[in-house]
């Protein structure tokens, strides 16, 4: 029963035969290119605003806990792309490896997640901001053809378990480690 409601999900959100040109273009450009602006503004942050910097590391060490776990969930559970199973358009190249969970949602929804559970108001505009990359990049993977809507579920469900366990269990002991080694 999941496996039909998440191909029928996936064939509503997929870009059919006749979508437009500047659609597939606008969802080209969110899949591929739209991780890089949260990169580009925690590189400024870094730089500019030194208050970032906590959370910045904060985000650093959720991305490594989160990708990890995707990392080992793909390795361990193969589970196919929609084109590799002749469902739907794809509309972007990509290998044909497990796509469970989507590493592109994983990345975003960490990012966002982060932001989220550390908010105050300095952060309001970023936090928006990552939300809507963070909505695009997951929509853009599936119209695309790319991924099934489980694989950005799952994604976003290991980006807020990772980000949730950082915050709540492990953030003292690891910012009393980073205070002894760099004297912040």
């Known amino acids: 029963m999941w496996c039909d409601f998440n191909t029928q999900l996936f064939l509503f ?4 035969d006749k979508a437009s040109k500047l659609l597939i273009y606008f969802a080209i450009f969110c899949a591929k290119y739209l991780v890089y602006i949260p990169i580009i503004i925690m590189g400024i942050g870094w730089f500019i ?18 990708l990890f776990v995707t990392f080992i969930i793909r390795h361990c559970f193969y589970y196919p792309r929609p ?19 989507s590493q592109h949602a994983v990345f975003v929804w960490t990012i966002f997640f982060t932001v989220l559970f550390n908010y105050t108001c300095h952060f309001r505009i970023v936090l928006y901001l990552f939300a809507l990359i963070a909505v695009l990049v997951s929509w853009s993977r599936v119209y695309l053809g790319i991924h099934w809507p489980l694989d950005i579920a799952v994604g976003f469900l290991v980006s807020i378990i990772s980000v949730y366990l950082i915050k709540k269990k492990f953030w003292t002991s690891i910012n009393k480690l980073l205070n002894r080694w760099f004297c912040w």
């Open 13 to 16: 959100i997929n870009a059919s």
């Open 49 to 66: 605003r030194p208050f970032y910097r906590q959370l910045i590391l904060k985000i650093v060490i959720s991305l490594a806990v989160a």
């Open 83 to 101: 084109f590799a199973v002749d469902v739907g358009t794809p509309y972007l190249f990509h290998e044909n490896t497990s796509s469970l969970p």
